[in-house]
């Protein structure tokens, strides 16, 4: 059996790496204990979502407002762009 992981960020990319990951997360329930134990991981990898956290108006608009509409994504100067922007 896998052990659980808890998503603590998204939308991100790793220090020194130029891949876009969609998530960042932990183990469950260690929590964040030490930033070389992250995980980073795309939506096509989780199998089964345990449990869904407190979601309010702010998260639901911030899904639907950003990142719905993120379009493709890369990496110029260190920092994540539009493929557009590039």
Do not use: H
């Not at 992981?5 to 260690?30: F, H, K, Q, S």
């Amino acid at each position: 059996m896998w052990p659980y992981v808890m998503i603590c960020g998204r939308v991100t990319v790793p220090a020194g790496e130029e891949t876009i990951y969609d998530y960042v997360g932990c183990l469950y329930p260690e929590g964040l204990t030490d930033m070389d134990n992250m995980l980073f991981f795309n939506r096509d990898n989780i199998e089964t979502i345990l449990f869904i956290g407190y979601q309010d108006k702010q998260e639901l608009d911030y899904r639907s407002e950003i990142l719905d509409n993120l379009g493709e994504l890369t990496i110029k100067d260190g920092e994540l762009v539009d493929v557009n922007e590039a």
